[in-house]
């Protein structure tokens, strides 16, 4: 098994590989090389069986009957024994050390819920099993040739244990490969092997090649049938469910002095190549070898499988070839293999490519070469395993990542994917990097495939949709869905489909219309899309044209509120009213006429019109106000007359206040009138007192710097005085850590978390007052001090938290004559069957009715459906484990925005989770992004926005994209951990096809309650 990406040597074998964008100079070398040798930590050596507990605590989970069905999901690993990798961990071990060896193996996979081994039975032209073809293998015996131990057969075991244990045992074969030497140390000499070795018997059979390897020459036909003859000999003497061949056909290319090493098979290609290209011929050989090994097996044992685990990239793209989007070494030129060919000609049941390469791996995407394979196999009733690179966590993959566990659950989407076989089962025995967990979530429960059947859909277009006018792209993204029993063909290549016939692909775009042909079942389907022009536009502009007023009146623009201002300033007054009127502005004694911002366009209508004008106020002393009454302005054109009160007017002295008390919880208290929520002060509880300077445009301008609207205040009789704090204590009241200050106003506060600080600003306070609280035993704070500010009247306090991540939100309160902060201590779980008995859960699903959020193949699951469907089974979940559960929206209705954040905030709940799916513009390429995220703004969300989404995500199978910090309305109250979820891409099909199934929601929800337990378990624990 090979990975032509991997550059770092692994034995003492020289090994290399070719990475075609990197250099055009490399050398490639065998997985068997890249692995050394490993000792396997046995059982104890009792005589006991140690399978057998495992069989019986497992009875019904891993029936036989249920893990031999031949649709479930094969979960497989490879059994290298090629220098001694996986089995025997020694040569020359006797019986009873083998059979625990191969108990291990057993016991490894029940523990990992596998129920698939393909065991190497034959690694360089040898027998790990009892043949009267090929040798015993060295790495059994010791020694090649040599009989087995007490006859002890490792094959014929491990069917017989393995089938009684519920797991499929696969003869995995090389077909090719007579020795395993390397440059460095070749293994040419033909005497050093057995004398009834068929490559010594027949010398002429072989090439020797500069890797330091002999390989038996595929052009001979007594070769080929040779090789047909040692399949034919297993699939009659062992009941195994299958043989499989892996990638060494001809040999991976090998270089001396920058030289590519040639392989000699002059002599069979001039006798047998009849004139044609030297490598279709080659690639024709091994056609016809698989294809005879096929035929030999089926005619031997009609259900016994046979397939093959071919180098994951047939060829790199060209523009013509129907390769796949990648850059590194062809299999279809470097080893002969022409995979397309046995899958199209119908001689393998299954194919499963090594693709051991991460998604991100530019030259080798895991996921565009996974898309690659499913198209190929669609339509052919060829089945598609991925072999997965297991190996590469103990080479730098991190657990962290779960790779392994996003691949397969990725590739489960795939239409004509059946399972994954793990290559490094040394990995998997000893739970490097935890992989055991990722093999946990992924094999958890038993799937049955079933074969795709019509629904006579045809192909439809989705997103954008059929006829749509986009600006100006280079290309789009088009998601669309298609009857799943039939393949799609688009310029000739079939497309990737999931398994319900969503696709997604790329299309690049000219100006204009854009004209596209699918084709399924022999009907072409056209999509049309306009870009940057619409497929109609308009023969001439439009006239300009005043608008018309439906009655004779006046329509304030400025002021419309009133107005508390400094004296000596000038007042614009503007205003929209007929055409033609003679308008005048009034305010106490003084009359200002406004003045027309265009002439009149004729006097035949009610043509609308903006008069606007100043009016000078008057002087007023210092600290006094004067109340000027209203603003009026009225208009006559003719007989006709109208008039309009804007504003109630007060001008004010030098040093005038007004104060104001806060009426209403939760007031915004803004940094300017039209500022962003994100960037305000915290919001002010009610009783918040403070003298304000200016009242303009419905805001009252604070003397803390900050602006509140004037529906949310009440004006007061007496001036707001600087306040004077006697005493502050931190103090815990059981839900709460109480910042409990003893000031004589009810004071403005702002906070905030930072570099694992809670940072309290008072405002409005005499600094010489300031003092660091008392701090009395809490959850939350190790210390606390204080600070002056730049800022005039203010001081803070600095709370330096215990653990940055145990926040959980904060309010404001005046109590008794006190001004109080609270923040939520932890909460654990509750013991016995209703862990969350007492909690208070708000989901929120969002978009809903005619809102339905992002598309993705089909129009019946938008992102709003999609939401609601999971936040409904969530809620289910919830409820189960003693949540009170509210939802925002119940059914496919809408509710705007700030009526849901309204909504939630009365409430208070102890969490808020939104749920969302994601989506992308139509110029990104959607078959690259995929993933799940969790999204805070209050710091009280960031902790369960990180719980979130690593436990989301893991039992999702996808890629984790963390917790981030936006600008979102849903979770930007601070008095309550909230987060938004976005529970994948509706723009990536395979994240669309899980999501929008009943299994992927149910999922889906159940992630989300698992999330919640996950949470609070890690309050209690911290």
């Known amino acids: 098994m090979c990975s032509w990406f991997d550059m770092e040597k692994k034995s003492t074998g020289t090994a290399f590989a070719v990475v075609a964008i990197v250099t055009a100079v490399a050398i490639v070398f065998s997985m068997f090389a890249m692995v050394g040798e490993t000792t396997l930590v046995l059982p104890s050596n009792d005589g006991s069986n140690p399978i057998i507990g495992l069989l019986e605590k497992a009875d019904e989970a891993l029936a036989t009957d249920s893990i031999l069905d031949p649709d479930a999901e094969v979960r497989g690993t490879w059994i290298a024994t090629v220098n001694n990798i996986n089995f025997p961990s020694a040569k020359g071990l006797g019986e009873g050390a083998l059979k625990r060896e191969l108990d291990a193996i057993i016991s490894t996979c029940l523990e990992n819920n596998l129920n698939a081994v393909y065991f190497q039975v034959r690694p360089q032209a040898d027998a790990l099993y009892k043949s009267k073809i090929f040798p015993s293998s060295e790495y059994l015996t010791g020694e090649q040739g040599k009989a087995l131990k007490g006859g002890f057969d490792p094959l014929e075991y491990l069917v017989k244990a393995g089938h009684e244990a519920g797991l499929k045992i696969h003869a995995w074969v090389n077909p090719l490969r007579v020795t395993y030497g390397s440059k460095a140390s070749p293994a040419h000499d033909l005497t050093k092997l057995a004398e009834s070795h068929p490559a010594r018997q027949n010398p002429e059979y072989t090439v020797a090649y500069g890797d330091g390897k002999l390989y038996f020459n595929a052009g001979i036909p007594e070769v080929r049938e040779l090789v047909v003859n040692g399949v034919r000999e297993i699939a009659e003497n062992y009941d195994v469910d299958g043989i499989v061949f892996d990638d060494y056909f001809y040999p991976y290319a090998s270089y001396t002095d920058n030289k590519k090493d040639v392989f000699d098979d002059t002599a069979a290609y001039e006798k047998h190549g009849n004139g044609a290209d030297i490598g279709d011929w080659r690639r024709d050989n091994i056609n016809k070898l698989v294809k005879s090994c096929y035929d030999a097996i089926k005619e031997i044992d009609s259900e016994m499988l046979f397939g093959i685990s071919p180098f994951g990239i047939w060829q790199n793209d060209d523009g013509e070839n129907g390769g796949s989007a990648t850059s590194g070494t062809e299999a279809y030129s470097e080893l002969y293999c022409d995979a397309l060919a046995w899958i199209e000609g119908g001689y393998i049941d299954y194919i499963a490519p090594q693709l051991y390469w991460k998604f991100t791996t530019e030259a080798a995407r895991y996921d565009t070469l996974v898309r690659w394979w499913n198209a190929a196999c669609d339509g052919t009733g060829v089945d598609l395993l991925i072999s997965h690179g297991a190996y590469r966590y103990a080479e730098g993959w991190s657990g962290e990542d779960n790779e392994i566990l996003n691949q397969i659950e990725f590739a489960r989407s795939e239409l004509c994917y059946r399972g994954s076989l793990l290559y490094g089962y040394d990995v998997i025995s000893k739970n490097t990097e935890d992989i055991g967990q990722e093999l946990a979530l992924a094999f958890e429960n038993e799937i049955v495939y079933s074969d795709a059947q019509s629904d006579n859909s045809g192909v439809s277009f989705n997103s954008p949709a059929d006829g749509s006018t986009l600006s100006s792209l280079k290309q789009t993204y088009l998601l669309g869905a298609s009857d799943p029993a039939y393949p799609v063909y688009f310029n000739g290549q079939k497309l990737s489909r999931t398994k319900s016939g969503y696709f997604s692909l790329m299309l690049q775009l000219e100006k204009g219309k854009n004209e596209f042909t699918f084709t399924q079942s022999g009907k072409d389907y056209i999509y049309t899309v306009y870009n940057g022009t619409s497929q109609s536009s308009a023969s001439s502009a439009q006239a300009v044209s005043y608008k018309l007023m439906d009655e004779y009146k006046i329509v304030p623009v400025t002021p419309k509120n009133d107005l508390f201002i400094s004296s000596g300033e000038a007042l614009t007054v503007t205003v929209k009213a007929p055409a033609n009127s003679s308008v005048t502005c009034t305010l106490g004694f003084n009359s200002v006429k406004l003045t027309p911002s265009a002439a009149s366009p004729g006097k035949d209508k009610l043509y609308e ?46 040093g005038a206040v007004i104060p104001i008390e806060v009426k209403a919880e939760r007031t915004g208290l803004k940094i300017a009138p039209d500022s962003y929520y994100y960037d305000d002060f915290t919001t002010q509880a009610q009783g918040m007192r403070d003298n304000a300077v200016s009242l303009s445009g419905g805001y009252y301008l ?49 906070g905030r978390v930072e570099d694992g600080y809670f940072i309290l600003n008072l405002y409005n306070v005499d600094i010489s007052t300031a003092a660091a609280p008392s701090l009395d035993q ?58 969350l008995d007492g909690r208070v859960i708000v989901l929120d699903a969002g978009h809903g009715g005619s809102d339905m959020g992002a598309s993705g193949s089909l129009k019946a699951d938008s992102e709003a459906a999609l939401n609601l469907k999971i936040v409904l089974s969530a809620k289910e979940k919830l409820e189960a ?35 969302h799916q994601n989506s992308m513009e139509y110029n990104v390429d959607v078959t690259k992004v995929r993933g799940l995220m969790a999204l805070y703004w209050e710091y009280a969300g960031r902790s369960l926005s990180e719980v979130m989404a690593e436990t989301v995500s893991a039992s999702l199978g996808r890629l984790d994209r963390g917790a981030a910090q936006q600008k979102l309305a849903m979770v930007r109250c601070e008095r309550y951990p909230s987060t938004l979820i976005e529970v994948g891409f509706m723009t990536n099909v395979e994240e669309y096809e899980k999501t929008s199934s009943p299994e992927g929601i149910d999922k889906a929800a159940q992630a989300i309650a698992d999330g919640v337990i996950k949470y609070y378990k890690e309050q209690t624990a911290g």
Not at 615 to 624: A, C, F, H
Not at 800 to 806: A, H, M, N, Q, Y
Request: glycine share 8%.
């Open 609 to 654: 019109m903006t008069y606007s004008g100043r009016i000078t106020l008057p002087t007023v002393d210092d600290g006094e106000i004067l109340e000027l009454g209203e603003l009026n302005v009225s208009a006559q054109w003719g007989e006709r007359t109208a008039r309009e009160t804007l504003a109630n007017v007060r001008v004010g002295g030098a």
């Open 702 to 750: 604070l003397r803390v710097g900050g602006y509140v609207a004037a529906e949310d205040v009440q004006e007061l009789d007496d001036e707001i005085p600087i306040a004077k704090v006697s005493s502050a204590e931190i103090k815990n009241s059981g839900l709460y850590t109480e910042i409990v200050i003893d000031s004589d106003v009810n004071i403005p506060m702002n």
């Open 778 to 835: 809490n959850p939350l704070f190790e210390s606390a001090e204080y600070q002056l500010s730049t800022k005039k009247n203010c001081f803070r306090y600095h709370l330096k938290l215990k653990d940055e991540d145990r926040f959980y939100g904060f309010e404001f309160a005046y109590e008794n004559g006190k001004t109080v902060v609270k923040l939520r201590n932890p909460g654990g779980l509750v013991a016995g069957e209703l862990p």
């Open 881 to 915: 484990l003693g949540a009170s559960v509210i939802l925002t929206r119940e059914d496919d209705s809408y509710v705007a925005l700030t009526d849901r954040m309204e909504f939630v905030e009365e409430l208070s709940p102890d969490l808020m989770i939104s749920v």
